[in-house]
């Protein structure tokens, strides 16, 4: 679709916006999810000498019948080749009446799960072929190989936002747990740069995933709904053969990675054209000065010419942002976001910067004024009209998108370098490790049941987090749930994080609700 939300936070559906709503801002995540969809991989491990990988499969694996996989392959077949004529069009610039088709399939597979103003919301953008949105879909058509586009499609939006979210849904409800959409996971803990304010940074060189591990995970994972996996780290990259064998495992799964770009070259560009389920982004944090204050000398000019090489090439790629108090305006001026797209870039995740770490710094977090700024630009960016030709993603602000908190599990949870499954990225607590247990197993964890059981935390979505804007609960889940640090570098308590978001949670709270307020009038 013209907005190409491959990698949102997707919504739940009770929670996709009306047209109404979405002539005021393109919310992400809000027409089409991607993350599930059932596999039947399990069968091709099945006899080996690992007994986590045959655990008690009888409880974890709903198998598919003939019939099912028989209807199954051909409502894939029938969707891949309507996607091909889509691209095929899309080569001669007479794209919009196949996308106008491309709706129709998905309003058959996901009408009784989609809201109908969301499927007249994505006939609209594809009845205009001169707007902002059907501009971008041709660029993303243009220079992008088409079997990329068609690989990762099929795999994130059919394979993963229609079929897989039924699958996770009903798995969600037989087992009394959350089922993932998303697994981010950590090859390694290794990293060649050392960035402030990044998760990672705390967590030392000295763990990594070996690659039966993590192929092991996500066996388990499809098999439960799960279909898409984000690498982080550490960079990623350090383990990019192992990352690509994964690829070639895992066919019906998408791939994504945030990387510092320093290790992409033309062998690695190759290997992505191969197996197209996979691409990247490259974080960066403003130009270069301030991106390289961050992320060392020479890295800025690096993560261009990664970005240009990438291009080159006609592979996709985001870029990934942490903005703090002292780069939020520049990472969303227009200077910054013509330079991305002019290298290349189709899309952006905002991550609001967490005092994550025991010697984490809190003048990076925003005041009031600046949040609401960051809100208000992103949606602007993103808007159906105006703003810029790039989709992005405020990892905080747009709570609301996806009903508050996503994190425990709801729709991802993290998986560290040393095995260890917590609720989030930025929340290093957890009681249960795929090392000692499977991965339905350690999504039942207590820690994430407390997850379950919380969400949302707020009826404020400006408000999500149980640690950033609700620092009062985390210490007691934690408690509670009798999880442990798994910090790699230096073990920090809850108390003792969530001390650090007390000023920032109560200077955002009136502001918050004025927001939330405003938008949300009956």
């Known amino acids: 679709p013209p907005h190409k939300p491959l990698l949102s936070p997707a919504p739940p559906p009770h929670k996709l916006p009306t047209s109404t709503h979405l002539s005021k801002n393109f919310p992400p995540g809000a027409l089409c999810r991607w993350d599930f969809s059932p596999s039947g991989r399990y069968n091709e491990n099945k006899g080996g000498k690992d007994p986590l990988q045959q655990y008690n499969r009888e409880r974890t694996i709903s198998t598919m019948t003939l019939i099912e996989k028989a209807a199954h392959a051909a409502e894939r077949k029938a969707f891949e080749k309507v996607l091909d004529n889509f691209i095929q069009k899309g080569r001669t610039k007479d794209a919009a009446a196949a996308a106008q088709e491309l709706v129709d399939m998905a309003e058959k597979i996901q009408g009784s799960v989609w809201k109908k103003e969301s499927f007249e919301v994505l006939h609209m953008i594809a009845g205009q072929p001169e707007g902002k949105w059907a501009h971008y879909v041709q660029r993303i058509l243009d220079e992008t190989d088409p079997y990329i586009l068609k690989t990762f499609l099929t795999n994130a939006v059919y394979e993963g936002g229609f079929r897989g979210y039924q699958q996770a849904q009903k798995n969600a409800e037989k087992y009394g747990c959350n089922i993932p959409w998303l697994i981010l996971m950590d090859p ?22 070996t690659y039966e591990e993590m192929d092991r995970v996500l066996t388990e994972a499809e098999e439960l709904g799960t279909h898409a996996c984000l690498f982080t780290g550490g960079e990623p990259l350090i383990r990019k053969k192992d990352i690509i064998r994964l690829c ?22 190759k290997e992505l054209l191969r197996v197209g389920n996979f691409f990247v982004s490259v974080s960066i944090e403003g130009f270069e000065e301030a991106n390289d204050g961050r992320r060392g000398e020479g890295h800025f000019q690096k993560a261009l010419a990664a970005m240009e090489l990438m291009h080159r090439y006609k592979i996709p790629f985001g870029v990934s942002i942490c903005y703090t108090s002292k780069n939020y305006k520049t990472v969303t001026s227009d200077e910054f976001l013509d330079l991305l797209i002019s290298k290349g870039c189709v899309f952006a995740w905002y991550f609001h910067y967490m005092p994550v770490g025991v010697g984490a710094s809190t003048e990076l977090l925003l005041t009031p004024e600046q949040r609401t700024y960051m809100k208000n630009r992103v949606r602007e960016i993103r808007g159906v009209t ?14 609301e998108f996806a009903g508050g908190c996503v994190a425990g599990g709801r729709i991802y949870c993290h998986i560290n370098a040393a095995g260890d499954v917590e609720p989030c990225v930025f929340i290093h607590y957890s009681g249960a490790n795929i090392r000692e247990k499977s991965f339905l ?9 407390e997850y379950r059981k919380g969400q949302p935390f707020n009826g404020n979505h400006l408000r999500p987090c149980p640690m950033l804007e609700n620092p009062e609960l985390l210490p007691e889940m934690v408690k509670r749930s009798g999880a442990h640090s798994t910090d790699l570098e230096a073990p920090e308590s809850a108390e003792h994080l969530c001390d650090k978001c007390k000023a920032y949670a109560a200077c955002w709270q009136p502001t918050a609700e004025k927001l939330w307020d405003e938008d949300h009038k009956a």
């Open 248 to 269: 070639e495992n895992h066919r019906n799964m998408a791939f994504h990675a945030f990387t510092n770009g320093t290790l992409i070259d033309d062998d690695f560009c």
């Open 188 to 209: 390694t803990s290794a990293c060649n740069m050392h960035c402030t304010g990044c998760w990672a940074a705390e967590y030392g060189h000295r763990q990594s995933l």
């Open 441 to 449: 197993e350690c999504l039942q964890q207590p820690l994430f049941l």
């Open 386 to 399: 105006g703003g810029k030709e790039l989709y992005c993603i405020d990892f905080q602000n747009d709570g």
